[in-house]
């Protein structure tokens, strides 16, 4: 028998409510997965991600790296036709994404319990800032609220200097993530009971998910955790170096990975040296090393001690940038920066989809970004053309 | 009929080789949802984070963080008898999955290709550093060589400051959730195709699929992204602000609330200044908007601040240590910081299920992690119990 190559969510349908970040990411993941996702949007203005620079033409390219494999229609959820069309499209999918504040799809009568009357196999997904649940469920949240409020921030930066935001969103991404785990474990789960579910994601709930040890060690301990600049909490070295010329980064997962690099930056004594003898010892006479280590690493350019510490086997790579990282083979190979299927946007890509499948091929474009309304009439005319069949 | 209350993927077997991090934390999740997870560990030491302070007792608290809700046995799989057990429990479980360099599993004869052969429906989950195709397949990695490969230290820090590592190990956490989205995908295929899968992923691509925006804006305007500090690249005023006593962030996400931001900060000129008019005029301006807001709120502490704002109804919050994080009641309202039954452990506890589903009730606590070993013959009595079964 023939593989079936088709994706894993073929078949799928996802109505997406979802505006700027976390819900939009959430059903971008969805339709690299295979689902069809068709976004419905506000007529005149859309998803306000369209407004947010910088533009490629007319194109927002912030809205273009997270709606790729999308359709659109513009609905009006406070006008009877439009409410008609929108309940048409919930007759026909199987998920619904929104990123509203908890409160806003029950005063349109979209709320899940009058929602799953009458879809009860409608998987209903809802990504905010603090949830359905609480008392700051109702407070409006940004990606960088979720960052402060978790802790998040507390660990990034440097101790002593002013605080860092994570240069990504991950107050939205690490939520639009989960939530589409949700989604995929919410539908594994009808195929057993034949029946939705409804879905709650917070943004703050996810960023604590994602704080690893350091809930563990403040809860034991009762000590905060301080940001550590690039070390690791745990392991020794493990962190940022300068170079002749610029930064590089060395992992020393391990005692042997470090008794190597003390033999690839010829410092043989370090490896036999009592405060570095094992990773707790390391740890604490880490000022002392990394001194030791900087100084060592000062003669030469990043390009040799890659070489160098690649040769001893030895975890290590430059910091790159976003251009640099764009130019590697290993990415080029993976297809992780795919081109957009629509000459005017030019040279711009967008992230390919990270999760690879023996029985899938892997894309090598997406879909341009749809354009405000673009899929309304053929969506219609498939609304209608289920309507008329199904009154024979 | 009653509501199914089971937990998503309950009634599924993972049989986790994972050590450390991204694998263990992807087991983690998929426990979360239900799953039953087996841990399979080395003879003698077992997974490598049991060795990673702190300790409470002798249990690793970095091991605990991510190992709850599993099973243990120690098995060497180069030993005849050891790899009857693992084979014996390939046969009863739906899904393994592994973080060894790409390679490792080939030699041992448990490669996808081998397995496959013998358990059809099996899905094969694999994270690594680079992934399993492309020139840098078989080099070691670790969650720091992900970070700044793919550039995601290049946009975390101070412009012109020496780098920042994102403060949790996000390298090997994203990867970790889009291990187990995978994961699930691939179960849910299988009940289409009634076959397995290979799921792929690398710390490097997950990384490059949270880089959000950067990827288009470089790849259209060929200019590499620049660390913001805590500043949003699209929106402004996104950000940090020092206030009397410490620091808050403030999320201005569209002209409306820049405009209450103004009046509750008593500088309504600013919301008619053309300078600052717009998004684009704000971000243009960022130096000088900075500055007048930093003076404004220089006199009161945050506590003043999020009040005055919060009644405006602009999103902003105190940039909170892990210790505040988990005395919120909004935390506690979700169950996000819980509790390790396992009085040996003291005060610690651990983050909480993040995807809330309305079948499901969210978990108070979770189960203590296993000692090395410990279930080894309630498996084997259960392997042996179903070969005994199968003779009749």
Redesign the interface.
């Given at each position: 028998m023939p593989?079936?190559r088709?994706a894993?969510?073929s078949g799928i349908k996802v109505i997406d409510l979802g505006r700027?970040?976390a819900a939009p990411f959430a059903t971008s993941?969805l339709a690299s997965?295979g689902a069809r996702v068709i976004k419905v949007e506000r007529p005149g203005v859309g998803d306000?991600a369209r407004?947010?620079?910088?533009f490629?033409g007319k194109t927002s390219?912030?809205f273009?790296?997270?709606n790729c494999d999308k359709e659109s229609i513009a609905l009006d959820l406070a006008a009877p036709a439009d409410r008609a069309t929108f309940e048409g499209l919930l007759e026909i999918a199987d998920v619904v994404v929104e990123n509203f504040s908890p409160g806003v799809m029950d005063r349109l009568g979209y709320g899940?319990e009058s929602v799953r009357q009458r879809w009860p196999r409608l998987v209903y997904a809802a990504v905010s800032?603090?949830?359905?649940?609480?008392?700051?469920?109702s407070?409006?949240?940004?990606?960088?609220?979720a960052?402060?409020?978790?802790?998040?921030?507390?660990?990034?930066?440097?101790p002593g200097?002013?605080?860092?935001?994570?240069?990504?969103?991950?107050g939205d991404?690490?939520?639009g993530?989960?939530?589409?785990?949700?989604v995929?474990?919410?539908?594994?789960?009808r195929?057993?009971?034949g029946?939705g579910?409804?879905?709650?994601?917070?943004m703050?709930?996810?960023q604590?998910?994602?704080?690893?040890?350091?809930?563990?060690?403040?809860?034991?301990?009762?000590i905060?955790?301080a940001?550590?600049?690039?070390?690791?909490?745990?392991?020794a070295p493990?962190?940022?170096f300068?170079c002749g010329d610029r930064?590089?980064?060395i992992?020393a997962?391990?005692d042997d990975i470090f008794r190597r690099l003390c033999g690839a930056i010829a410092q043989p004594q370090l490896a036999v040296d009592p405060r570095f003898h094992d990773?707790?010892c390391r740890?604490t006479h880490l000022d002392e090393l990394e001194a030791e280590i900087t100084a060592a690493l000062a003669p030469h350019d990043v390009g040799h001690w890659v070489t160098r510490l690649?040769e001893a086997?030895v975890?290590?790579?430059?910091?790159?940038?976003?251009?640099?990282?764009?130019r590697?083979?290993?990415?080029a190979?993976?297809a992780?920066?795919v081109p957009i299927d629509d000459p005017s946007?030019?040279?711009?890509?967008?992230?390919?989809?990270?999760?690879?499948?023996?029985?899938v091929d892997a894309r090598t474009s997406r879909s341009a970004p749809p354009q405000l309304d673009e899929h309304r009439a053929r969506l219609l005319a498939e609304l209608a053309a289920r309507v008329t069949a199904s009154q024979y």
């Open positions: 593989t079936d088709s894993p969510l700027v970040l993941v997965l306000d407004q947010f620079g910088p490629q390219l912030y273009a790296s997270v899940w800032g603090f949830g359905q649940t609480g008392p700051l469920s407070k409006p949240s940004y990606d960088i609220i960052q402060a409020l978790s802790g998040m921030m507390s660990l990034t930066g440097h200097q002013p605080p860092v935001r994570v240069g990504a969103s991950i991404l690490v939520a993530l989960y939530l589409a785990l949700g995929v474990s919410a539908i594994h789960k195929t057993r009971t029946t579910d409804f879905v709650d994601v917070a703050l709930d996810s604590v998910a994602f704080l690893e040890v350091a809930v563990t060690k403040f809860t034991a301990t009762g905060d955790p940001p550590q600049g690039t070390r690791h909490p745990s392991i493990f962190q940022a300068q930064w590089m980064v992992a997962g391990n990773n707790a740890h690649g086997g975890p290590c790579a430059p910091i790159q940038t976003v251009g640099e990282m764009t590697m083979d290993q990415i190979a993976r992780m920066v946007l030019g040279a711009a890509k967008v992230p390919g989809n990270p999760i690879k499948m023996a029985s």
